[in-house]
């Protein structure tokens, strides 16, 4: 369904439609929500990118941050569509410059995030961007990553947020735009 505030649409509908809820992946009781669908049909995804867009279109931001390896995929497109620049974090050791840093919590441990140190010049405004907010471990280290840098963190953008999972609050006091929200696991 549509983010609150938004009222459905035809787009909202065709967008939602390519996603795919696959249960038991990847361990029981995990309702994984595939966005493969929507990236195999060129119109859907067309339709996607324009829609998250317009959806941080009164955001001022300079630039956008996204984490590998699907939130490149929407954090490229939204950068080409925006016209901004595009800041990849990746897993550590993986980028050739001297890097910054910000560790997350999974339910296992925690990894972390890098960027390049020159990609987020003080006071640049940055837009973090990713396919999924889920429980916002990795949101919240992007905008670590953002703020560690002198950064500044103009809103967050989603193409999917599973509500249930409470991932908004990690990233608080930022705003979150989100296209498609799920309430619970059977959404």
Wanted: proline fraction near 6%; aromatic fraction near 6%; charged fraction near 25%.
């Amino acid at each position: 369904m549509p983010d609150a505030g938004s009222a459905p649409d035809a787009s909202f509908r065709d967008i939602e439609r390519h996603i795919m809820t696959v249960a038991d992946f990847p361990k029981p009781g995990v309702s994984f929500k595939d966005i493969t669908p929507l990236l195999d049909d060129g119109p859907a995804l067309h339709d996607a990118i324009d829609a998250l867009a317009n959806a941080v279109e009164h955001l001022d931001y300079d630039r956008i941050v996204c984490a590998e390896a699907r939130g490149f995929v929407f954090g490229t497109a939204l950068a080409y569509r925006t016209r901004k620049g595009l800041i990849l974090a990746r897993k550590p050791n993986k980028l050739p410059r001297r890097t910054i840093s910000a560790e997350y919590k999974l339910e296992y441990g925690t990894d972390s995030l890098e960027a390049h140190v020159d990609s987020i010049p003080p006071g640049t405004r940055v837009l973090v961007a990713d396919d999924l907010l889920a429980t916002g471990g990795t949101a919240r280290a992007m905008c670590q990553l953002v703020e560690n840098a002198g950064g500044v963190v103009a809103g967050a953008a989603f193409m999917i947020e599973l509500l249930y999972l409470g991932g908004r609050q990690a990233i608080t006091p930022h705003e979150v735009v989100s296209l498609i929200t799920y309430e619970n696991p059977e959404d």
